[in-house]
Structure formats: structure tokens, C-alpha cells
């Protein structure tokens, strides 16, 4: 008799429950969830994420596996009233969620992200609403956060965006619970490497205000490869907690 080829195992509900609810939970994977609000989709390359494909196989999976996933909405009707809901289906204990930073804003499921990616196409836009205004603290459950920066920019000129959006973060005492990557072309920058950022904004700094006031300075004025750390002048202080013992805290003062 020859084998059958259909990828139908036909004994399934024939199963125990507990040995059918035991083959579907491993099945759930990490995914990438890409939210895009109808209003935002002409700013996306991407689209939206479908429901997870455990939600739709069949009753049975969808009723067992909506336990591990959470129904996060899009404010999205009063900019383009429609009767169909956004809605979107996300494990938040495993999944990334990627947005547009404006869809952030109205996104239900703020406090249970842990994985977030940011686009931001207007950079001034992205750090006033979302750094400023503090929109990002929402986000109490975060571990990663991922910046895409499509602003554009030169090189060095691009950091000056960012540096107080890293600092105020990470040049402190107690630094955010979460890793910050802003990424934008070929440029990537982390906590690790934001001290070699700021040499190259330094530099760069001098070599402008050298070329706008070149009498203030002597012809060998130009900052050189071994230039000093500029924390002690470049940067804003160290922020401390209240009960903090850091030596750099009695200097300060």
C-alpha cells in the first residue's frame, strides 16, 4: 500500500487535549510585527503584519493560543474614520514590534513592548514628541529599543541630534533598563560607542568654528587624532541619583 503523501495528519483530534495544547504551544515563534496604521502606510516600505498563523488554523489553536497574545489597537479612526478595526495580534514576551514613531503615539500596547523599532523620518519630530515629551517612558516593560533614523544627514553633524537623546539616558547613575541602537545609513550607535561619537563631534565642532573664526586660533589649532576624552567640557554633568557615592559627584559640587 503506498504512503500517503498529504501533510494532513488526519489522528490529530483524535489526540488527548493536554497532548494537542502541548503540540501547539511550541509552535509559537518570535515575529517581527510591523504596525502600520492606514494613515501611515504611504510612509512604510512594509506591511502591516498578519495574525499569527496558530490564530487561524483552526478553532481549537485559536481559542488555546490567544492566551499567549495580547489584541493591541491603533487610535486610527479619528484620522481616517473607518469601520473595520486596526488591530493587531503580538506575544509581547517574545515579539518585536516595529512602527512609524507617529503610530507609537496611539498604540495601545505601549506598556508591554520589550522589543521596539522606531522609524523616525523627521528627526526634530521624533525627538520632541518622543524624548521631550517623554513618550518613551510609556514604555515601562522595554529592554530594546532600535532607532531608524531617515532623516539624513552628514556624518558628523547627524550626532548632534542625538546626543542628548543617549546621554540622558546612559550618562547617569542609573542608566535606562533598555539598550538604545539609532541607526541611520552605514552610522550605528550604541551606549558602547557613544564617547568615540563624541570625539568625532568634537573635532568636527573645532574644525567648523576654526574655519568660521580662523584668527582665534594658532595654525596647528586643529584637534588631532589623541585629543582629549571631551566629557569634562563637551558634555552636560554627570546626572546622579540623590543617594549616589560617585566620586565625580563631590567634584561637581
Excluded at 33 to 39: F, L, N, Q, S, Y
Excluded at 95 to 123: K, N, P, Q, W
Excluded at 145 to 167: C, K, N, Q, V
Aim: proline share 9%; net charge negative.
Amino acid at each position: 500500500m503506498p504512503e500517503s503523501t498529504s501533510p494532513t495528519f488526519h489522528p490529530f483530534p483524535r489526540l488527548p487535549l493536554e497532548l494537542r495544547q502541548q503540540i501547539w504551544e511550541p509552535s509559537i515563534e518570535p515575529r517581527e510585527v510591523v504596525i502600520a496604521a492606514r494613515r501611515t502606510i504611504p510612509f512604510h516600505s512594509r506591511q502591516p503584519t498578519p495574525s499569527p498563523p496558530l490564530l487561524l488554523a483552526c478553532t481549537e489553536s485559536r481559542s488555546y493560543c490567544q492566551r499567549f497574545y495580547t489584541k493591541a489597537t491603533v487610535e486610527s479612526a479619528r484620522f481616517n474614520p473607518s469601520p473595520a478595526p486596526e488591530y493587531y495580534w503580538v506575544n509581547f514576551s517574545l515579539d518585536e514590534v516595529y512602527m512609524h514613531d507617529c503610530d507609537f503615539l496611539y498604540f495601545s500596547g505601549t506598556s508591554l513592548i520589550r522589543r521596539l523599532a522606531l522609524v523616525a523620518d523627521d528627526r526634530d519630530y521624533f525627538l520632541g514628541r518622543m524624548h521631550s515629551m517623554g513618550a518613551i517612558s510609556k514604555a515601562t516593560a522595554l529592554r530594546k529599543l532600535t532607532i531608524i533614523d531617515r532623516d539624513g544627514d552628514e556624518a558628523e553633524s547627524w550626532y548632534i541630534g542625538w546626543s542628548d537623546f543617549m546621554e540622558r539616558r546612559y550618562y547617569r547613575c542609573d542608566p535606562v533598563p533598555y539598550h538604545t541602537t539609532i541607526v541611520c545609513d552605514d552610522l550605528v550607535l550604541t551606549p558602547e560607542n557613544m564617547l568615540e561619537f563624541d570625539r568625532r563631534l568634537y573635532k568636527w565642532e573645532r574644525r567648523f568654528d576654526m574655519e568660521e573664526n580662523p584668527g582665534l586660533y594658532e595654525s596647528d589649532g586643529a584637534p588631532s587624532d589623541d585629543d582629549a576624552d571631551p566629557r569634562d567640557s563637551h558634555r552636560q554633568n554627570w546626572h546622579h541619583t540623590k543617594d549616589c557615592t560617585c566620586p565625580q559627584k563631590e567634584q561637581q559640587q
